[in-house]
């Protein structure tokens, strides 16, 4: 799989939950494929010491992508710093597995506020970069967001929640941005860590354990779908495990 920047100049990229898991690769990858990559997530010290190993490549900013404010700030600094961005992937997102249940509200709010609300928090502060830069949204759902299951129920609605909206801001930012949909099945990042259903813990673990794909695998088609080009958006793309049923 080729992977090259297409203009002249370094792109910008955003990465959301870049402190670990698909987003830390995504950083990796595409400071690769040629363009620097700002660094959001919570956890600050492992933001700053991934942009310490990318170099003059990367900046890490600390930001909460439930906390629209901190979005604000971190858009300004990257307008001011390095002129605004051109590719925004929302990776930001946990996964709190368990049968539904009223004692499960927490969860459930969290879930809908990271997954969900939280990637539409990230694209209103950056919209109008992406927009005066012809730019990129990548947007990581799942294929829970195709395909749900006894468990999954909120998971899954804030997944096929991000599909619905993609799908709307497809139609309504064309030609002036490309929206991109990454659906990956089980992929080894710790996703699984904050689940605290003993049970959903367990199963999930347990397929896992016998047939996750890496990080690495979704950060290069990401790396892959931003480098295409201008005249090619690769809209959607599904990415399970091969044994993956």
């Known amino acids: 799989m080729s992977v090259s920047p297409e203009p002249a100049e370094r792109r910008v990229a955003i990465i959301t939950g870049a402190s670990s898991g698909i987003g830390e690769a995504t950083a990796r990858a595409l400071a690769r494929a ?12 492992r933001i700053q010491a991934l942009a310490e190993q990318l170099g003059d490549s990367a900046i890490a900013i600390q930001a909460d992508v439930t906390d629209p404010a901190s979005l604000i700030a971190a858009a300004a600094r990257v307008e001011s710093e390095l002129g605004g961005a051109d590719v925004l992937v929302n990776n930001a997102g946990i996964m709190l597995l368990a049968p539904f249940s009223a004692d499960r509200h927490a969860d459930h709010r969290r879930m809908i506020e990271t997954n969900l609300l939280g990637a539409m928090n990230a694209t209103e502060a950056f919209l109008d970069q992406l927009r005066s830069r012809h730019g990129d949204l990548v947007n990581i759902s799942s294929v829970a967001g195709r395909t749900a299951r006894p468990g999954n129920a909120v998971y899954a609605a804030t997944k096929w929640g991000m599909n619905g909206w993609s799908e709307s801001l497809r139609q309504e930012l064309h030609p002036d941005v490309r929206v991109m949909v990454i659906e990956p099945g089980a992929v080894a990042t710790e996703l699984t860590d904050h689940i605290t259903h003993p049970g959903a813990k367990q199963a999930a673990e347990q397929m896992y354990e016998q047939m996750a794909i890496t990080s690495v695998d979704i950060a290069d088609i990401v790396a892959f779908a931003v480098t295409r080009p201008r005249r090619v958006t690769i809209n959607e793309i ?3 495990p091969t044994a993956q049923p």
């Not at 040629?34 to 600050?44: E, N, Q």
């Open 238 to 240: 599904l990415v399970r």
């Open 34 to 45: 040629g363009l620097s990559v700002v660094l959001l997530a919570r956890r600050v010290d």
